[in-house]
């Protein structure tokens, strides 16, 4: 059992990814932007986290940015999900420290994948 963040301000997107990574036993976390997360971050830090690119208060690039600095945050891996297909704001983010991204909307596959091309495996042990 692993913990997933998901970092987005899309009540319908949270609900989708904690459906797809609950029902495979895993402990979801929610987070409706960058400053939410960190501060969720530095109570528990999760395994992976999905981060959204555009949200209020704090981006996707931004929380990125500022992650890196938290205590025990190099063995977490970042996904950037995006609507768009935006070359340089998925550069900005690679930069920044993220492992990958997905775009969505995103389907069980396409999130499964963009976790394991990270270094996540996702299906419970």
Do not use: W
């Amino acid at each position: 059992m692993k913990i997933f963040m998901i970092v987005d301000d899309s009540p319908v997107i949270r609900k989708v990814a904690r459906r797809i990574l609950e029902g495979m036993g895993h402990v979801i976390v929610e987070a409706t932007d960058g400053l939410d997360a960190l501060e969720k971050c530095n109570v528990n830090m999760p395994d992976a986290i999905i981060v959204d690119s555009e949200m209020p208060r704090m981006n996707g690039v931004e929380f990125i940015t500022q992650f890196k600095f938290l205590k025990d945050s190099e063995n977490t891996k970042l996904l950037f999900c995006t609507s768009e297909v935006i070359l340089s704001e998925m550069t900005k983010a690679k930069r920044a420290g993220c492992h990958g991204y997905i775009v969505k909307p995103f389907t069980r596959d396409i999130l499964l994948n963009g976790l394991v091309n990270v270094g996540i495996e996702a299906a419970a042990a």
